[in-house]
């Protein structure tokens, strides 16, 4: 049986399903049109900054941060309900102040910034008036695993000097990002998984120069988008550090366990809404003589893709409950385990979809390919499936041995 939701969190639930009804989906194709009327695409459609306000005003906002003193204290549980919800549109993760990398790096500076980091970077991203990113993943070395960054934080006085080259900086292209959260080597001689660290480098630092844009199967994601960065002897103060030097991995696990529940709770949103979108058109459509809706093959297609679903969306709340219960490296297992099977399941769904909806299905007249875009780049993210695939079989091994 599952764990019921708290009663704040029922009510925003049922506050965010009206809000997504009246204000986000009408509003998805407003968004877009404004972003092609503009001569620069890298510019915030006005009426993103109008749904915002909107959201702010219904208390709709930083629902994902359990602290209280910064969000509305909610589990990871409770949490992903909402999550998923969001997870529907493309647009509405930003609207509530609740979209990656942002929700990451505030994660990590109300967990590891220093009062003073907090002041500068964290209370400007908990207003939404500024956007982040986070600068892990490199094009010269294979970054799922980390060890093998290669970008250098040498300490030089009062002063960190960052030499780095990195890619799929998600939100580099932003006009209002601000603040980088960089990984690199501050001691290539220590202990394996205590070499690198993490330093905040603002985006206007001399040295910090974003080389190119990097589109997604196609997408560009604008006004958002992803780039290569390259950190050329950037220089920051000491205090950027977070933490502490060779804590970096200490940090990323910290950031990386609910951040994958986020994921994989928005994959499932789109699912469904997948499935929203297969069942209409099916119900629409008519084919040798019948609906497409009463043929027997797309019945079944219903049918596993609602098997498929469930499946995904109880294993991960049953991870965020674990999480809530015991910590992050507690679940582990189950947290590599819907990293799998949530973003699987998505293109499962989505690919039903498409194929149902046949030459409109791969368009961009509706939002399936691009479901499907995120989510086949979401095995990749956080890690690919051949990590967690590795990594749930040595906790198994090590559970059963």
Known sequence: MLKELSSQAQHLREELLDFMEENVYPNESVFEEQLKAQED???VPPIMEELKVKAKAKGLWNLFLPDEE???????YDYAHLCEIMGRSPIAPEIFN??????GNMEVLVKYGTEEQKKKWLEPLLKGEIRSVFSMTEP???SSDATNIQSSIERDGDEYVINAKKWWSTGALDPRCQIAIVMGKTDPHAEKHKQQSMILVPFDTPGVEVKRHLPVFGYDHAPHGHAEIHYNNVRVPASNMLLGE??????AQGRLGPGRIHHCMRAIGKAERALEFLVKRANSREAFHSK????????AQIAESRLEIEQARLLTLHAANKIDQEGAKAARKEIAMIKIAAPRMALNVIDRAIEIF???????DFPLAAYWADARTLRIVDGPDQVHLRDIAKL?????L
């Open 41 to 43: 695409r890298w510019q």
């Open 70 to 76: 910064y969000g509305k204290g909610l589990s990871n």
């Open 98 to 103: 609740c979209n990656a990398p942002d929700t």
């Open 140 to 142: 010269d070395v294979a």
């Open 246 to 251: 060779g804590r970096g991995f200490e940090i």
């Open 292 to 299: 497409l809706v009463d043929k027997g093959v797309v019945r």
């Open 358 to 364: 046949g030459a409109a299905g791969v368009s961009d």
């Open 396 to 400: 198994e091994i090590r559970e059963q």
